[in-house]
């Protein structure tokens, strides 16, 4: 019952009414003042970046990189967690269950957030119970093979594999972003090989350069270093256009039109926090990217800074969800 003691009359009840609807706007104009006062004292304490992956990888660097640029520039400290585990869902499944005050954040392979809901069972969902503050920056996948394999480029490559149908190995980490990046490369070229499961891309790398596989598709960080030195064969790049870092080397997309894949480092709050909170972040992340230091890090990591709004970075991420859900589904993929 909504009024305990109801007025006996119409007035009354009128009065009554009135007088609710006052405390409510009341209520509403105090949560928002309160909200941006938050807002505009945001940060008064330690930001924790929880990073889902072990020390060492592209998301950890970067989110150590980020977390100094914030430091500076507020004067609160930043600290980065690694919390790795079940293809980064552990350290998802924290920040997402944690308080939404912009306090304990996320920062992680956007491609983790986009596969794992087809593959595995996750306790939290990754558009509904985490906001998207900032895609950080993209790094390609590298396209690669063997030196013991008698191919220089990707056509040869394609009549290879089907000149000798079952016989090449794809070295990947099962469920990754790199295994549905062979998937989707053999889908598409008409090809077949046997997918050979790592625990880890150096593996795959230490594999590949030592002719017990064949080809992989890899980060270009962990990678490009062995293309440089010589111990495995780079073919083609998959970033939308010809990478800034190798200018020669032909895009995928060239012969496959709209073919994409690679690292974006997203960082994200849980859902509910602030929007002012969001958006200070984010404005922040932009400033810190546009640096020239930062852009030149970025540089030596294969990577380059992404320009998206918060907004713009959901309807992304909602789009490659459905997109390698698609790339699960056809390929028949079970993992976990």
Do not use: C
């Amino acid at each position: 019952m909504l009024f305990p003691y109801p007025p006996a009359s119409a007035r009354g009840r009128r009065r009554a009414l009135a007088r609710l609807a006052i405390a409510g706007l009341a209520g509403l104009i105090g949560g928002a003042a309160h909200a941006a006062d938050d807002a505009a004292r945001y940060p008064d304490k330690v930001i924790r970046i929880v990073v889902p992956n072990p020390a060492g990888g592209a998301s950890d660097v970067m989110a150590r990189l980020l977390g100094k640029k914030l430091t500076e520039k507020w004067g609160q400290p930043v600290v980065v967690e690694n919390k790795s585990g079940a293809n980064g869902s552990i350290g998802a499944s924290y920040v997402a269950k944690s308080d939404a005050d912009g306090y304990t954040l996320l920062l992680m392979d956007s491609g983790s957030l986009t596969i794992s809901p087809s593959i595995m069972k996750l306790n939290y969902s990754p558009t509904k119970d985490l906001a998207p503050v900032s895609i950080v920056a993209y790094s390609p996948h590298i396209l690669v093979v063997s030196n013991k394999l008698p191919v220089h480029n990707v056509q040869e490559l394609v009549d290879y594999a089907k000149a000798n149908k079952g016989r090449l190995n794809f070295g990947e980490t099962p469920g990754s972003i790199t295994h549905l990046a062979g998937v989707l490369f053999a889908s598409q070229s008409g090809i077949e090989w046997n997918y050979i499961g790592y625990k880890g891309g150096s593996q795959v790398l230490s594999d590949l350069a030592g002719g017990q596989i064949d080809v992989a598709m890899n980060s270009f960080l962990a990678t490009y270093p062995l293309v440089k030195g010589g111990a495995i064969r780079m073919l083609a790049v998959a970033s939308p256009q010809r990478f800034s870092a190798i200018p020669d080397t032909p895009a995928l997309s060239e012969r496959l039109p709209g073919f994409v894949t690679g690292s974006w480092q997203a960082l994200m709050a849980p859902a509910g926090t602030p929007p002012a909170v969001v958006q200070k972040l984010h404005a922040a992340i932009a400033e810190i990217t546009a640096e020239a230091d930062t852009r030149q890090r970025f540089a030596e990591l294969g990577s380059e800074p992404v320009s998206m709004t918060p907004a713009e970075i959901a309807v992304w991420l909602r789009k490659e969800t459905d997109h390698w859900a698609k790339v699960v589904k056809d390929g028949d993929i079970k993992v976990f």
